[in-house]
């Protein structure tokens, strides 16, 4: 019964955004109180799950997106934006320049949780769509992709750190087998798999990109603009790789976790950017801070509706649906990476968020890795690959992916959720192959 309730609430939302029309944050909200009430949640826990899930997840992602797209913004106001792009679109051409984003984004996301390094690199897309002349989605999608793949299968990424520590895995190991599926997934999901999605071409959204054409001699360098826009990622990047190798009672190590907080990270990379491309180019404080506000303003209701996702990604999560399918898959007489896979894409798409359904599906698998002796390593990569399948309206990513690139649901479907699809299979597919060479 469970997942008929779901299976319902999902279609209502589709018809309340698709048909209704109704505001997609106001349909999350509504669909999340009732499939709570139809699973059993009492009413006095409805409103407070409802915040807890919007909160949780407005108060991981508030500072991080806001500041995120103030760094953007200022970046595309300076000019610097345009300096990146036009670069890259030089040293690789007009037709290569999606595997320069892809690569880019592959970089940035082994330090980074999915939803940041999209902040931190839309901008960038936009710009680069805009100077290349060509479609925005043909650098978005192997952007995404890079990002998603990093998400599931890459430490010293948080997701698949925290998984290999669940199954007691090596992390050196994992990253050295997770590297081996995540080059070819990256490059199938993105920009090979952008070939079947021409047809859909959206416009850059107004109020996230600035369309002036700046000189030559307005531009900031190609070194300062890249070191900006860097901070955050390199901030973030030490301090994963000081949790895997200094003693985390050391100074150093204690120094490095404090700036790599995301919100830490991209606080300092604003207050540099403050400089780099505002007063540093003669601008006045005023007009640098009119520039923080307009892109404060053009993200408000993209952060509702991730937070809208995040509500009703907790409505299933405690009202026990998550727990309730990971459980009855866990009861079939499978593979154990195929059972983790699989326990991993269920949950996903039962409760949305792919770092929930990893660590869900990681803490039902691990006895089961454990007395039949499966390859741990692995077992990390199959539970990292069945926890990004899809990408439910109930995951954030989604609104997000479909928000920013200004796209309809069936569109985001489309592009979006069959990239995710994709590399969720073609993960299952590599570790069953590596496991052949490996046991």
Known sequence: MPLVILAIGILILFFLIVKVKLNSFLALLLVAGLVGIAEGLPLTKLIPTIEKGLGGT???????????????????????????????????????????VCLTGFIVGIALFYEIGFVLLIPLVFTIAAEAKIPLLEVGIPMAAALSVTHGFLPPHPGPTAISVIYNADIGTTLVYGAILAIPT??????????????????????????KIFSE???????????????????MAASAIAKLVLDQASPLAVTLEFLGQPDMALTISVAIAVYTFGIGRGKAMKEIME???DAVLAIAMILLIVGGGGALKQILIDSGVGAYIGNVVAGADLSPLLLAWLVAAVIRTACGSATVAALTAGGIAAPICAATGANPELMVLATGAGSLIFSPPNDPGFWLFKEFFGLTVKETARTWCALETIISLMGLIGVMVLNLFIA
């Open 217 to 235: 001699e307005e531009m900031p360098g190609f070194g300062i603009s890249v070191f900006t826009a860097l901070v955050p990622v390199v901030l």
């Open 186 to 211: 990256a490059i199938v999901a993105g920009p090979v798999y952008y070939n079947f999605t021409k047809d859909i071409n959206p416009a850059i959204p107004q109020g996230l990109y600035n369309p």
């Open 58 to 100: 407005l108060g991981g992602l508030a500072i991080v997106v806001s500041f995120g797209a103030m760094l953007g913004k200022l970046m595309a106001e300076s000019g610097g934006a345009q300096r990146i792009a036009t670069t890259l679109i030089r040293v690789f051409g007009r037709e290569n320049v999606k595997w320069a």
């Open 291 to 293: 520039t923080v506000k």
